[in-house]
């Protein structure tokens, strides 16, 4: 397939590393201009100059947009874009019974009210112009809530219905708004979390096989995701071609999720 995103802005929040860079990689290899987004200055312009290296158009929006003061310091820099790709999130592993009520509202802030804010802002403009793409970065955890991390799953399972509902709200009008439910994939952030739940002392490799073995047992891949299947994905789903998926969520989980549907 031929995707062609010229003259198309993209703006992935989270994009210095992992599968927030991997994605704005992707769109950017596509042809689109896209605005790499991070709370810090100096983590946002490294990631943009690794992006122009490789040819991609990239720009910096330095921004901590899980708050309503670093979104209106993001808007005012960028007040419109084609794609829009929610990808922000954090998670931790915490004993079910000792999620704060803290931890519950600072998972909720990040990882639903900041795609929520960025959609409100976005859509009007996609809508208007009669194109545009909100893409948000679900997890298997959305279905196949952890008993380790109970509130992330949570937070995950209303990015869904966020998603759903701002694709009824955009119905008719050329703009696509879709989730993308991503399995286990190998990140930074992703390696510390595998440490957390075995032996700190085995090598990387035994580690990853003894976290699927034990924690993930339903993959069928049987391996961590690579940050660019995830980002294979989206940039589909940011494409023309996908002008008839909207309101989905699409599975790039390895086979984890052991259901037909979605």
Aim: charged fraction near 20%; avoid cysteine.
């Amino acid at each position: 397939m031929n995707i062609d995103l010229s003259g198309k802005t993209a703006l992935v929040t989270g994009s210095t590393q992992g599968i927030g860079l991997a994605i704005a990689e992707g769109l950017a290899r596509s042809g689109a201009r896209v605005a790499v987004n991070g709370r810090t200055a100096s983590r946002v312009d490294e990631a943009v100059e690794q992006l122009r290296t490789t040819g991609g158009d990239a720009f910096g929006v330095a921004a901590d947009v899980s708050t309503a003061e670093g979104t209106t310091r993001l808007l005012a820099e960028l007040p419109e874009v084609d794609i829009l790709v929610n990808n922000l999130g954090i998670f931790g592993a915490v004993p079910a019974r000792e999620v704060t009520d803290e931890q519950w509202r600072t998972y909720f802030e990040v990882n639903v009210l900041a795609a929520v804010r960025l959609i409100r802002a976005y859509l009007p403009g996609m809508t208007e112009r009669g194109w545009g793409r909100a893409i948000q970065i679900a997890s298997d955890s959305a279905i196949v809530i952890p008993e380790e991390m109970i509130h992330y799953g949570v937070s995950k399972t209303a990015l869904l219905a966020v998603s759903r509902g701002f694709a009824k709200d955009a119905a008719g009008t050329g703009v696509t708004v879709n989730s993308v439910i991503a399995g286990p994939t190998r990140t930074a952030g992703v390696e510390d979390f595998v440490y957390q739940l075995v032996d700190k002392s085995l090598p990387w490799d035994e580690a990853q096989r003894e976290f699927m073995r034990k924690h993930r047992p339903q993959s069928l891949l049987q391996r961590l995701i690579e940050p660019a299947e995830i980002a294979n994905m989206v940039t589909y789903l940011a494409s023309p071609l996908a002008s008839a998926t909207t309101g989905g969520a699409l599975r790039v989980d390895g086979g984890y999720v052991d259901a037909i549907l979605p």
